[in-house]
């Protein structure tokens, strides 16, 4: 009789396996030593073949374990244009799988009775070996002794057994966790406008010296479907659903679209989205920097570099180094306090919350009495 081990590339699949994966127990596995007839040495095979499983398997937990680390705070990937989530999670554990599969596998009863043939008979004939295995039938009988009664090399194969099954399951757990992550992002439309935006400032960073030398993309996909959309409508409905070369070639358009204004204001379009008015007024302030709260020092204070990054982030728990390199960038006229003195002195302020807001009120006062002399 052949078995069938395929596995449902589906979330419902997913959690089938799951709870195959969980009835391993210790007398399923006494109980799979008697449907075959292993000798010592096929035991002691079994302990390598298996050994060699978990470590692939323990590799696997790894990388899937860094991949979920960015999958979920990213708009768009490489694979979601081709593949389902569940295809892209599971085909990072094809070798898990395919080890657990083997166990399953061999773990079913031998039948060698000639079956009728034809279409009707399709699922006698190829039953899953998920189902026939003993290792998930979950009733099997106790054993009276235990594995204590067996000799050292079973209960060792027991042993990486279970600690086989137990990464795999992690494995699938973790792959699950991030199936209801991306649903829960899915359902909130302005946490996928956030992550559009901010993928399109990611790729404009790295881009950084090469993007003027680009030219602009003939077809930007996404700006066409925002238009017929709109943002929110369409950032909540792409979300995993396209490429990243896609969304690259969006924040090129947004760049080129830019063309006419200053280098500035190109950055800060992709800088402050959502606040386009931030973006004016960080730029009037770094204009006038050395006005504003003037200082009788070669280099511009940790200090002031530290209240004005929070500033432009409408934040006062941590610096934004992104700033800061805004601010090296287009303020020439004195050097800077490098960026690990802003982090240390950061530590050092008492009332951080009280100064920032102090300052954040000298610099709107600031920014009035400059707009009213113009």
């Keep these: 009789m052949k ?28 109980a799979s030593l008697y449907v075959r007839n292993y000798s010592e040495i096929d035991i002691l095979l079994k302990i390598a073949e298996v050994r060699e499983c978990l470590s ?15 999958f979920n705070t990213r708009w768009a990937t490489e694979d979601n244009e081709r593949f389902s989530t569940e295809q892209v999670l599971l085909n990072k554990l094809r070798s898990s799988l395919a080890s657990i599969k083997r166990s399953y596998r061999e773990s079913c009863p031998i039948v060698r009775k000639q079956q009728p043939m034809g279409d009707m008979f399709r699922d006698r004939l190829s039953p899953s070996v998920f189902e026939r295995s003993v290792l998930s039938n979950g009733g099997c009988a106790r054993d009276l002794f235990g594995i204590e009664s067996y000799n050292d090399n079973i209960q060792t194969l027991y042993v990486e057994q279970r600690a086989l099954f137990a990464n795999v399951l992690a494995s699938l757990m973790l792959c699950y966790k991030e199936i209801e992550k991306e649903k829960m992002t899915k ?7 956030e992550l559009l935006e901010k993928q399109c400032r990611d790729i404009m960073k790295d881009l950084n010296d090469t993007i003027d030398l680009l030219q602009c993309p003939v077809n930007d996909v996404i700006q066409q479907s925002i238009n017929q959309e709109g943002l929110r409508n369409f950032a909540q409905k792409g979300y995993h659903k396209y490429s990243i070369k896609t969304v690259r070639d969006h924040a090129i358009s947004l760049y080129k679209q ?28 770094i204009e006038h920097f050395d006005e504003f709260r003037p200082e009788n020092r070669k280099k511009v204070s940790a200090e002031k570099i530290l209240f004005f990054v929070n500033w432009c982030g409408d934040t006062i728990e941590a610096p934004q180094q992104q700033f800061y390199k805004i601010l090296k960038t287009y303020y020439r006229n004195k050097e800077l306090a490098e960026w690990h003195a802003v982090t240390v002195r950061k530590n050092k302020i008492k009332n ?12 709107r006062i600031f920014l009035e009495q400059l707009k009213e002399a113009a």
């Design 56 to 70: 692939i398997a323990h590799r696997e937990f790894l990388s899937l374990s860094k991949f979920s680390l960015t």
């Design 187 to 193: 359902a909130d439309p302005d946490k996928c406008v």
């Design 3 to 30: 078995y069938n081990d395929s596995i449902q590339v589906t979330e419902h699949g997913l959690l089938y396996v799951i709870h195959k994966v969980e009835l391993f127990t210790e007398d399923g596995f006494i």
């Design 352 to 363: 951080l919350k009280e100064e920032q807001e102090k300052f954040n009120e000298e610099v």
């Design 258 to 285: 830019q063309g006419n204004k200053s280098n500035f204001a190109q950055v800060a379009s992709l800088t402050w989205m959502k606040n386009p008015e931030k973006g004016k007024e960080v730029q009037l302030l």
